[in-house]
C-alpha cells in the first residue's frame, strides 16, 4: 500500500517476490496478501485522513469472521479490554490500544446504524403488511412518510386505536432496541402506544412478534440531570421476559384467518 502508488503494481512485486528484504512471506502469501487487499477496496480510493495501519485494521474487522465485533458495545468497553486478536493486529500494524479501541468502535457504529436502518425499515413494512392481512381496521405506515411522530404504524378501527413503534433484530441472543426521545414522549403522552418489537429471519420476514409495557420502559429511561443536559436517544436492553408474545391489545380486531404470530 506504501509502495505501490510509487511504483506500480509489476515493479511492486518483482520487489516484494525477489529482494531479500521483503522474504519473510513467500510469492504465494504475498499474491493472496494483495488479492485480500484489492478485494478489500484498500488498493483503491484511499481515505488520506487514515493511515495505512488504521485502513487495514478496518478492513480486517469488516471481512474478517470476528465473533465478539457486533457485541463490542458490550464487552470492549476500555482500551485495556481488547479483545487478544485485536490487539495483536493493532501492534503489527502500528496502532496503540486506544487507537485500535477507537478504530473498534467507530467500525461498528457505522455499520450498527446502517444495518439497524436496514432492518428497522423492513420490519416496519412486513408487520404493516402483516396486519393488513389480518385485520380489517385502517393500517396507516406513517414511518413510511416521516419519522417524526414517534410511532411507526397506526391502526384505526372505529373507536379503538392503536399506536406501534416497531423495534426490529435478527439476532437470537440479545434484544436490543434504540428508544428516541420524541418515541419516548408519544409514549408518555399518548395511552393507546404500544411497543411492538419483532424478531426477523436473515431474509428479514416476521418469525416472532413481542409487546413491550410502556410501565417496564418507563423504569429503563435516564433522567435529565441538569438544565443544560438532555438525553435524545436510550439505549435499551430488553429481557425476553418483558416482551409478551404478539400484540394483545390488537386480539379484538384480528380477523379468524390471522396470522398467529399476532
Excluded at 436496514?118 to 385485520?135: F, K, M, N, P, V
Excluded at 404500544?194 to 431474509?203: A, H, K, M, N
Aim: hydrophobic share 40%; aromatic share 8%.
Amino acid at each position: 500500500m506504501e509502495k505501490l502508488p510509487a511504483n506500480g503494481l509489476a515493479r511492486c512485486r518483482a520487489l516484494f517476490t525477489t529482494h531479500p528484504e521483503y522474504s519473510d512471506i513467500s510469492p504465494t502469501q504475498y499474491d493472496a496478501a494483495y488479492r485480500w487487499l484489492d478485494e478489500c477496496g484498500l488498493l483503491h480510493d484511499s481515505e488520506d485522513a487514515l493511515s495505512d495501519g488504521r485502513r487495514v485494521f478496518r478492513a480486517a474487522l469488516l471481512a474478517g469472521d470476528v465473533h465478539w465485533f457486533l457485541d463490542a458495545d458490550l464487552y470492549v468497553r476500555k482500551p485495556a479490554e481488547l479483545p487478544i486478536d485485536a490487539g495483536r493486529a493493532a501492534a503489527i500494524l502500528g496502532l496503540s490500544e486506544l487507537q485500535a479501541y477507537q478504530e473498534v468502535h467507530a467500525v461498528r457504529g457505522k455499520v450498527d446504524a446502517v444495518e439497524r436502518s436496514r432492518i428497522g425499515t423492513a420490519g416496519e413494512t412486513a408487520l404493516a403488511e402483516l396486519l393488513s392481512s389480518s385485520t380489517a381496521a385502517k393500517i396507516e405506515h406513517v414511518a413510511a412518510h416521516s419519522d417524526g411522530y414517534g410511532y411507526d404504524i397506526a391502526v384505526h378501527a372505529g373507536l379503538r386505536s392503536l399506536y406501534i413503534e416497531t423495534k426490529a433484530t435478527t439476532r437470537r441472543n440479545r434484544l436490543t432496541i434504540f428508544l428516541s426521545r420524541r418515541e419516548y414522549e408519544e409514549m408518555q403522552h399518548n395511552p393507546l402506544w404500544q411497543l411492538v418489537v419483532l424478531r426477523l429471519t436473515d431474509e428479514l420476514t416476521i418469525n416472532a412478534i413481542g409487546s413491550v409495557a410502556s410501565s417496564w420502559i418507563e423504569t429503563q429511561i435516564p433522567d435529565d440531570r441538569g438544565p443544560y443536559g438532555r438525553w435524545e436517544s436510550c439505549r435499551i436492553d430488553v429481557p425476553a421476559e418483558q416482551a409478551a408474545s404478539g400484540i394483545p391489545r390488537l386480539a379484538p380486531l384480528l380477523s379468524p384467518a390471522a396470522s398467529p404470530l399476532l
